[in-house]
């Protein structure tokens, strides 16, 4: 299975930490948005996104670089990392699901995790989360990537 993870990790590399994580057990390439390939993606079997929270959205690095895709097919999945908890009705990852959903994609899941946060005010303390991703928070990513890995293998 061909899996490439495109990964906006731009304040303390907790996403990218994620992302590492769930490459480990899926195999996966990890790529930046502006080091995506396009013609790479559409090749792919499945094809992550994912960035850190910033004000109750991923980054603008990855939601825009989804934008950008070519309509197509293709199975997808979605990840984050915030210092604050995500709320169930208005989970951070929505708005890319629903971009990637109206490209063409079938997203098989999401995923989100804690992670340190610096942003104001909790600069003025230091930060949130301070020792997450911790060793909980990778496991369950990588036991998100297999439940991921498992449904895309064929059946013998």
């Known amino acids: 299975m061909k899996v490439v993870i495109v990964c ?3 304040a303390h590399g ?12 899926l195999g996966a390439k990890v790529v930046s948005p502006e080091q995506a390939d396009l013609a790479e993606l559409a090749a792919a079997d499945l094809v992550g996104f994912g960035s850190g929270v910033f004000y109750q959205r991923l980054h603008p690095r990855l939601t825009d ?3 950008t895709l070519p309509t197509g097919r293709g199975r ?3 990840f984050a990392t915030s210092g604050l908890p995500e709320l169930p009705l208005a989970p951070f990852t929505r708005s890319v699901v629903r ?3 109206g490209k063409g994609f079938e997203v098989d899941g999401n995923f989100s995790c804690r992670a340190l946060d610096t942003m104001m005010p909790f600069k003025l303390v230091g930060g ?3 020792q997450r991703p911790n060793d909980r928070d990778l496991a369950a990513a990588r036991a998100f990537a297999t439940r991921l890995r498992d449904r895309r293998e ?3």
């Open 8 to 10: 906006a990790s731009v």
């Open 14 to 25: 907790n996403t990218r930490r994620v992302a590492d994580s769930m490459a480990q057990v």
């Open 65 to 67: 670089f989804v934008k």
């Open 76 to 78: 997808a999945f979605v």
């Open 99 to 101: 971009l990637l959903e």
């Open 128 to 130: 949130i989360q301070k």
């Open 154 to 156: 064929p059946v013998s």
